[in-house]
């Protein structure tokens, strides 16, 4: 698999790169959580969606997308909230938003690949995941639910 490789490389890389620094470089501060930066009803709305409540949510990450259209995250989490409501429908139109802003949002192709799936459309969230195979260097998180969920869909369905 490409991941396989891609560790490989990624391992030789870094090897040879933190070879010439000074043992005692520090984080530069940038990783910090990137709700801080976002919109209040952003940041309200993820604790509702943590605490699943996704219904009251959803009016809020509304409010954050009338404010600012162009807010890949809050379309994606307003299709992750609508689609642990069951409405699939609505979940892919929020989705596809998202990835219209941002073709390159890796929790958008996740979560459409689950709906594609929860819709019975395993080649569509086959091809989000292969998006996402080729986007994460190393396995990333979304890769590896989303690939997991496939499994699990084809075991289900056999």
């Not at 996704?54 to 890949?72: M, T």
């Not at 390159?104 to 709906?115: K, L």
């Not at 979304?142 to 075991?155: H, N």
Request: proline share 3%; glycine share 8%; hydrophobic share 40%.
């Amino acid at each position: 698999m490409k991941h396989n490789l891609r560790i490989g490389l990624l391992g030789l890389l870094l090897t040879g790169l933190l070879a010439g620094l000074p043992g005692d470089v520090a984080a530069d501060g940038n990783g910090g959580d990137e709700l801080f930066s976002k919109n209040p009803d952003y940041v309200k709305a993820v604790d509702l969606i943590r605490d699943k409540k996704f219904a009251e949510a959803i009016p809020l990450l509304e409010k954050v997308v009338a404010k600012d259209e162009r807010d890949a995250d809050a379309y994606n989490m307003l299709g992750f909230s609508t689609r642990k409501l069951g409405h699939f429908t609505e979940a892919l139109a929020h989705y596809k938003q998202a990835l219209a802003i941002d073709p390159g949002h890796r929790g958008a192709h996740e979560y459409i690949g689950e709906v594609y799936l929860a819709l019975g459309q395993l080649e569509r969230a086959k091809v989000h995941l292969a998006f996402l195979d080729d986007d994460c260097w190393l396995p990333c998180e979304q890769f590896t639910d989303l690939k997991e969920a496939i499994a699990s869909y084809e075991t289900k369905t056999r």
